[in-house]
């Protein structure tokens, strides 16, 4: 009679304990989906953030189902298996945006580095460049030209610094370009004067 | 009694039947999940997505992925319930409608990509004749540093242009390719601004009447006279009021300006005389032909400018203007002086005497290099 008396409340305990939502692995899994976003998921991983806002979704219509039904049958345990999925979605999202980030980053840091040398050789080949009457090379031009290609570096360094990766590979490429013709303007100048001499 | 109770089973029975089978469809509907629909409504929302919904179809996705939610919870909610309770007639309608949208999101994103590619691509063109043209002029009109800035600035913006074209952000594209041209369009304002004495009537009407009063003097004694026209670079020889040959000349590298002081590396416009003839053993140019300037007029204009301060104090007049030979290059090299080719020089010179007439003018309004820019620009619309 004593085991009877107990049985009863502790399986009343049971069905109530299993009946609530799994809170913290929800919020989990939100949580991870904020991350997924702060880390530019949108731009970097778009397909992987949609994945993990589906799967997110899900996790709230199966809450919401148990929700609607009979507290004493309610089932929490699909809900649980779903959060875990939506975290693990939501996870994969932020790690493919920062490795696709990083991929960005690498690459305009490359340009960058790039960029700077050739601005340093161009500099250095306009300080040497043929000058006085005869020569094709305007150098006031030519410099007008670096100092054009010195700014865009800047404004590329800037967007790097701001991590507009992409904008700063976009600057950067440009700045390679200019310098290469100014380069290419000196190495004329060069070879006319050779020519003559 | 007993076969009654048979009859009564077996009309129950068969009744039974004929309701399940005649409800049997309704019931069906109403509680079979609706996977197929299911299915092609998140792969419509999938094929919005990857169209680019996102960017080019926003507020279209958001409605279409916000009732793929709504249905997936309300199928969910028919899921949990009692198999003869369940009704997933609202779900399908959800799921129909999400399928909908999102298909129009699909065509929507794809139009808008579309146009945004295309104007993108239109801008990109018109930028790239836009830098195109302002690089010809200012090979033809030397830029000073703002307008060199101009269209280094409308170089680079074309080549991000291009760059976010190709990376598929068409829409940033077109702002690139929007800058580029207004670059390359105040660049060539600038040449425009800057070589203006070359198109000015006046100007012009000034420079014809040198030629005119220089051409009639030469009939008049029936000697040699030279006219230098800087926009065609040619050098024009006249005997007897007679032009009979005209040479390929280059000229001083600042090829806008009037010579206003020493070491501005401009040609003087005016009228001048031989003053000196120098062989080959006295030139560093082959033979040369010596120029009066400064002559009076050129002083009178320098001292009036150094009165206004146009020039500094310690400016000086400059001098030593020759024709001389190392020229036809092409370019415009000299710092201030006419060079002609060896060839050309040796047939000139012995036909000059000293106090030959020479007037060098800027144009005479039929054309050149800096005048042929200008009106090139004027027709392809980009001088404002």
Redesign the interface.
Known sequence: MKTKQMIIPLALALVTACAKPPQAEVDAARAALDSARTAEA?EYA??SL?AA??AL??L???I???Q??FFLIRSYGEAQTKAAAAREAAEKAAGDAATAREQVRVESEGLLAQASAQLTEASSLLAVAPTG????A?I??LK??L???TS?IKEAEQAYSAGQY?EA???A???I??IG?VKQAIESARQMRERRS | MGWKWGFFTAAMVALSVATWAAGYPWLSERITPPHESTSLA?EAV?AA??AGA?TWAPALLREA?SN??LS??E???Q???VILLRNYADARALLSLTQSQADEATRTARLQRGLAEVEASSSLSSASLAVASAERMSRAI??D?DG??HL??A???L??AR??RD?G?PRRAEELSEEALQQAQDAVTRANTLAARYVDEEQIRTWRRWIVETVAASKKTGGAAIVVNKDKHLVTLYLAGRAVRSYRADMG?NKLNDKSRAGDLATPEGRYKIISKKGPNSSRYHRALQLDYPNAADLRRFESARRSGELKNNARPGGLIEIHGEGG?G?D???GCVALSNKDMDDLYPRIQLGTPVTIVGGDGSGGVFSRAIQDAVEENRIK
Do not use: C, F, M
Request: no cysteine; net charge positive; aromatic share 2%.
């Open positions: 949108a778009p397909e949609a806002e589906d979704a899900a709230d219509a199966e919401q189902a148990q609607g039904r009457k005869g020569t094709a305007d006031a031009a007008a030209d100092q054009a290609a865009t992409k590979q976009a600057k490429t440009a700045a370009a200019t013709t | 998140i999938g997505r990857s996102g992925e793929l939610r997936l919870a199928r969910r909610r899921e949990v319930r030397p830029l540093a060199r800035r280094a600035r170089r680079s913006a080549i991000e760059y976010h990376n952000d590298r290059r370019i090299w000299t710092d």
